[in-house]
């Protein structure tokens, strides 16, 4: 369904498509659409990452935080195919373009925060620890936000992870 509706929004345009349209494009109905994917931004900006992250993130060495936390962004923004790179590209131009998509976006990234807090902290952090773990996690995802926007504006061009190490250093030095 995701697959689908990245391409109506592509060819169609975001405003234009709605979400009967990715139901019939999928084959499916709008509400099994609905069941998946609760709103329309979700078509776009849903990702099963933030466990991923948050994994990436306990299995880094032990570390400085910002270091720890933005070597495991890194290590997620490998891109493995080809077909995966240009649905990243697809999703991250509709993001970048569609006004409804960046303000929802922020939504995410304390979503991917809270995956972070928790798995670092566990359930019951102290206050003190909580914020701290969350300001730097905030800086790190800004600044790899910031790399995948540089990346989505060059259609793709160079490395990725590279792009976030370079946003990370640019914010937290060497």
């Known amino acids: 369904m995701q697959t689908h509706a990245i391409r109506l929004f592509t060819d169609v345009g975001y405003d234009a498509t709605t979400v009967a349209d990715v139901a019939a494009a999928a084959g499916v109905s709008a509400m099994t659409v609905y069941r998946h994917f609760p709103t329309k931004e979700d078509l ?58 960046r303000a929802r976006h922020l939504d995410s990234q304390y979503a991917t925060a809270d995956a972070i807090v928790t798995a670092l902290c566990g359930s019951s952090p102290s206050p003190v620890e909580e914020f701290q773990v969350r300001a730097t996690a905030m800086a790190c995802l ?33």
């Open 44 to 101: 776009v900006l849903y990702d099963e990452y933030d466990p991923v992250t948050a994994s990436a993130v306990l299995e880094q060495p032990a570390a400085p935080l910002p270091l720890r936390i933005g070597r495991a962004l890194a290590s997620t923004a490998a891109l493995g195919t080809s077909q995966e790179k240009a649905f990243l590209l697809a999703r991250l131009r509709l993001m970048i373009s569609v006004p409804a998509l």
């Open 142 to 174: 800004g600044a790899a936000h910031v790399a995948l926007v540089r990346w989505a504006e060059t259609d793709g061009e160079g490395d990725l992870a590279g792009l976030i190490r370079e946003a990370l250093r640019s914010v937290f030095g060497d």
